[in-house]
Protein backbone atom coordinates (compact mmCIF):
# COMPACT_ATOMS: atom_id res chain seq x y z
CA UNK A 1 0.00 0.00 0.00
CA UNK A 2 1.08 3.54 -0.59
CA UNK A 3 2.04 5.84 1.61
CA UNK A 4 0.57 9.37 3.04
CA UNK A 5 1.70 11.93 4.36
CA UNK A 6 -0.29 14.40 7.06
CA UNK A 7 0.16 17.29 9.55
CA UNK A 8 1.23 16.04 12.91
CA UNK A 9 -1.96 18.25 13.99
CA UNK A 10 -4.34 21.66 13.28
CA UNK A 11 -6.29 23.86 15.16
CA UNK A 12 -9.66 25.16 14.28
CA UNK A 13 -12.98 27.26 15.34
CA UNK A 14 -15.39 25.76 16.41
CA UNK A 15 -18.32 26.31 13.92
CA UNK A 16 -15.88 26.91 11.19
CA UNK A 17 -14.77 24.61 7.76
CA UNK A 18 -12.17 22.65 8.36
CA UNK A 19 -9.46 21.06 5.50
CA UNK A 20 -7.73 18.33 6.56
CA UNK A 21 -4.63 18.08 4.04
CA UNK A 22 -3.71 14.77 2.82
CA UNK A 23 -0.56 13.93 0.53
CA UNK A 24 -0.30 10.67 -1.40
CA UNK A 25 2.43 11.04 -4.00
CA UNK A 26 2.63 7.15 -4.69
CA UNK A 27 -1.04 6.39 -5.20
CA UNK A 28 -2.10 3.89 -7.93
CA UNK A 29 -4.82 3.38 -10.26
CA UNK A 30 -6.40 1.26 -7.91
CA UNK A 31 -5.79 2.88 -4.58
CA UNK A 32 -9.11 4.09 -2.60
CA UNK A 33 -8.29 7.07 -0.57
CA UNK A 34 -10.23 6.37 2.95
CA UNK A 35 -10.46 8.62 5.67
CA UNK A 36 -11.11 7.91 9.24
CA UNK A 37 -11.15 9.44 12.85
CA UNK A 38 -10.28 8.25 15.99
CA UNK A 39 -11.90 9.95 19.00
CA UNK A 40 -10.22 9.98 22.43
CA UNK A 41 -11.10 6.78 23.91
CA UNK A 42 -12.82 5.31 21.61
CA UNK A 43 -12.10 3.06 18.90
CA UNK A 44 -11.78 4.49 14.94
CA UNK A 45 -14.64 5.30 13.11
CA UNK A 46 -14.97 5.60 9.04
CA UNK A 47 -15.67 8.77 8.16
CA UNK A 48 -15.53 9.15 3.85
CA UNK A 49 -14.08 7.64 0.89
CA UNK A 50 -13.36 8.14 -2.67
CA UNK A 51 -11.39 6.84 -5.84
CA UNK A 52 -11.52 9.64 -8.49
CA UNK A 53 -14.84 11.47 -7.76
CA UNK A 54 -15.17 14.12 -4.57
CA UNK A 55 -17.41 12.57 -2.73
CA UNK A 56 -20.05 14.05 -0.08
CA UNK A 57 -22.15 12.35 3.07
CA UNK A 58 -23.59 13.56 6.12
CA UNK A 59 -20.12 13.50 8.31
CA UNK A 60 -17.87 15.25 5.81
CA UNK A 61 -16.66 16.09 2.23
CA UNK A 62 -13.90 14.65 0.11
CA UNK A 63 -11.83 16.59 -2.24
CA UNK A 64 -9.57 14.74 -4.70
CA UNK A 65 -7.27 16.15 -6.42
CA UNK A 66 -7.05 15.87 -10.65
CA UNK A 67 -3.62 14.08 -10.70
CA UNK A 68 -5.26 12.08 -7.15
CA UNK A 69 -1.76 12.95 -5.83
CA UNK A 70 -3.20 14.72 -2.82
CA UNK A 71 -6.65 14.73 -1.19
CA UNK A 72 -8.73 17.13 1.34
CA UNK A 73 -11.00 16.28 3.86
CA UNK A 74 -13.53 19.09 5.03
CA UNK A 75 -15.14 19.11 7.74
CA UNK A 76 -17.74 21.93 6.93
CA UNK A 77 -19.06 23.02 10.32
CA UNK A 78 -16.65 21.72 12.96
CA UNK A 79 -18.32 21.21 16.59
CA UNK A 80 -16.37 20.28 19.85
CA UNK A 81 -17.17 16.48 19.39
CA UNK A 82 -15.45 16.61 16.00
CA UNK A 83 -11.66 16.68 17.98
CA UNK A 84 -10.54 13.99 17.08
CA UNK A 85 -7.29 12.06 15.42
CA UNK A 86 -7.74 11.98 11.56
CA UNK A 87 -6.17 9.30 9.30
CA UNK A 88 -5.41 9.54 5.96
CA UNK A 89 -5.26 5.46 4.35
CA UNK A 90 -4.72 4.12 1.30
CA UNK A 91 -6.12 0.74 -0.10
CA UNK A 92 -4.75 -1.06 -3.24
CA UNK A 93 -7.74 -2.18 -4.98
CA UNK A 94 -6.30 -4.92 -6.88
CA UNK A 95 -3.93 -7.02 -4.26
CA UNK A 96 -5.68 -9.71 -1.94
CA UNK A 97 -4.22 -7.44 1.49
CA UNK A 98 -7.31 -5.86 2.35
CA UNK A 99 -5.18 -4.62 5.49
CA UNK A 100 -5.84 -1.29 6.16
CA UNK A 101 -2.30 0.36 7.03
CA UNK A 102 -2.41 3.51 9.32
CA UNK A 103 -0.22 6.40 9.30
CA UNK A 104 0.43 9.12 12.87
CA UNK A 105 -2.68 10.57 11.30
CA UNK A 106 -3.69 14.56 11.96
CA UNK A 107 -4.99 15.71 15.78
CA UNK A 108 -7.43 17.83 14.93
CA UNK A 109 -8.22 20.52 17.94
CA UNK A 110 -11.50 22.81 17.91
CA UNK A 111 -11.54 26.08 20.21
CA UNK A 112 -14.57 27.32 21.31
CA UNK B 1 -28.03 -0.96 16.19
CA UNK B 2 -25.73 -2.25 13.82
CA UNK B 3 -22.37 -2.45 16.02
CA UNK B 4 -19.02 -4.52 16.46
CA UNK B 5 -19.04 -5.58 20.28
CA UNK B 6 -15.92 -6.33 22.19
CA UNK B 7 -15.27 -8.51 25.09
CA UNK B 8 -13.85 -7.43 27.93
CA UNK B 9 -12.90 -4.05 27.82
CA UNK B 10 -10.46 -3.67 30.11
CA UNK B 11 -8.22 -6.94 31.53
CA UNK B 12 -5.44 -7.21 33.44
CA UNK B 13 -3.79 -10.58 33.34
CA UNK B 14 -0.48 -12.28 34.50
CA UNK B 15 2.28 -13.84 31.84
CA UNK B 16 1.30 -17.30 30.76
CA UNK B 17 -2.73 -17.31 31.60
CA UNK B 18 -4.34 -18.10 28.49
CA UNK B 19 -7.01 -15.29 27.71
CA UNK B 20 -9.58 -14.85 24.79
CA UNK B 21 -10.65 -11.62 23.99
CA UNK B 22 -14.70 -12.43 22.44
CA UNK B 23 -15.51 -9.85 19.26
CA UNK B 24 -19.00 -9.98 17.54
CA UNK B 25 -20.27 -8.08 15.30
CA UNK B 26 -24.31 -7.85 13.60
CA UNK B 27 -24.29 -6.94 10.11
CA UNK B 28 -23.27 -10.64 8.78
CA UNK B 29 -20.05 -8.76 7.87
CA UNK B 30 -18.01 -11.65 5.76
CA UNK B 31 -14.72 -9.31 6.59
CA UNK B 32 -13.08 -9.20 10.36
CA UNK B 33 -10.03 -8.20 11.30
CA UNK B 34 -8.02 -7.68 14.72
CA UNK B 35 -5.57 -4.22 15.68
CA UNK B 36 -3.21 -3.84 17.74
CA UNK B 37 -2.40 0.30 18.70
CA UNK B 38 0.65 1.09 20.45
CA UNK B 39 1.79 4.60 21.00
CA UNK B 40 4.07 5.71 18.45
CA UNK B 41 3.33 2.74 16.05
CA UNK B 42 -0.39 3.30 15.42
CA UNK B 43 -2.88 0.62 14.40
CA UNK B 44 -0.80 -2.63 13.17
CA UNK B 45 -3.02 -5.32 11.92
CA UNK B 46 -2.73 -9.49 14.03
CA UNK B 47 -5.11 -11.47 12.29
CA UNK B 48 -7.92 -11.17 9.47
CA UNK B 49 -10.79 -13.43 8.18
CA UNK B 50 -11.82 -13.02 4.99
CA UNK B 51 -15.21 -15.58 5.79
CA UNK B 52 -16.17 -18.62 7.82
CA UNK B 53 -13.24 -20.91 8.50
CA UNK B 54 -10.82 -18.57 6.11
CA UNK B 55 -8.08 -16.75 8.51
CA UNK B 56 -4.68 -15.08 7.51
CA UNK B 57 -1.88 -13.46 9.12
CA UNK B 58 -1.56 -9.54 9.39
CA UNK B 59 1.65 -7.98 10.24
CA UNK B 60 1.95 -8.62 13.97
CA UNK B 61 0.87 -12.50 14.57
CA UNK B 62 3.01 -14.01 16.82
CA UNK B 63 1.91 -14.85 19.59
CA UNK B 64 -1.82 -15.12 18.53
CA UNK B 65 -4.60 -17.21 17.51
CA UNK B 66 -7.95 -16.66 15.89
CA UNK B 67 -10.64 -19.04 14.74
CA UNK B 68 -14.08 -17.83 12.22
CA UNK B 69 -16.07 -20.89 13.62
CA UNK B 70 -19.38 -18.42 12.88
CA UNK B 71 -19.68 -15.44 10.48
CA UNK B 72 -20.49 -13.34 13.77
CA UNK B 73 -17.46 -13.63 15.72
CA UNK B 74 -14.00 -13.62 15.64
CA UNK B 75 -12.24 -14.45 18.59
CA UNK B 76 -8.69 -13.31 19.43
CA UNK B 77 -6.84 -15.71 21.54
CA UNK B 78 -3.40 -15.35 23.49
CA UNK B 79 -2.44 -18.49 24.44
CA UNK B 80 0.61 -17.36 26.86
CA UNK B 81 0.32 -13.85 26.97
CA UNK B 82 3.19 -12.06 27.60
CA UNK B 83 4.29 -8.48 28.94
CA UNK B 84 4.95 -7.08 24.81
CA UNK B 85 1.36 -7.66 24.18
CA UNK B 86 -0.20 -4.84 26.74
CA UNK B 87 -1.89 -3.15 23.81
CA UNK B 88 -5.21 -1.65 23.29
CA UNK B 89 -6.77 -3.95 20.65
CA UNK B 90 -9.59 -3.13 18.08
CA UNK B 91 -11.77 -5.85 16.22
CA UNK B 92 -13.47 -4.33 12.73
CA UNK B 93 -15.77 -5.79 10.36
CA UNK B 94 -16.75 -5.10 6.32
CA UNK B 95 -18.64 -6.39 4.78
CA UNK B 96 -16.75 -7.75 3.22
CA UNK B 97 -12.60 -7.42 1.97
CA UNK B 98 -13.16 -5.04 -0.88
CA UNK B 99 -11.08 -2.20 -0.38
CA UNK B 100 -14.53 0.32 -1.86
CA UNK B 101 -16.04 -0.86 1.43
CA UNK B 102 -15.88 0.75 4.92
CA UNK B 103 -14.42 -1.14 8.13
CA UNK B 104 -16.73 -0.72 11.31
CA UNK B 105 -14.59 -0.96 14.95
CA UNK B 106 -15.68 -2.11 18.15
CA UNK B 107 -14.45 0.28 21.28
CA UNK B 108 -11.40 -1.47 22.05
CA UNK B 109 -10.18 -3.58 24.87
CA UNK B 110 -7.10 -2.30 27.04
CA UNK B 111 -4.99 -5.49 27.89
CA UNK B 112 -2.36 -5.43 30.54
CA UNK B 113 0.22 -8.40 30.79
CA UNK B 114 1.88 -8.19 34.35
Known amino acids: DAKTTQPNSMESNEEEPVHLPCNHS???????IHWYRQLPSQGPEYVIH?????VNNRMASLAIAEDRKSSTLILHRATLRDAAVYYCILRDGETSNYQLIWGAGTKLIIKP | EAQVTQNPRYLITVTGKKLTVTCSQN?????MSWYRQDPGLGLRQIYY???????DKGDVPEGYKVSRKEKRNFPLILESPSPNQTSLYFC?????????????FGPGTRLTVT
Open chain 1, 50 to 54: GLTSN
Open chain 2, 92 to 104: ASSFTGNPSYEQY
Open chain 2, 27 to 31: MNHEY
Open chain 1, 26 to 32: TISGTDY
Open chain 2, 49 to 55: SMNVEVT
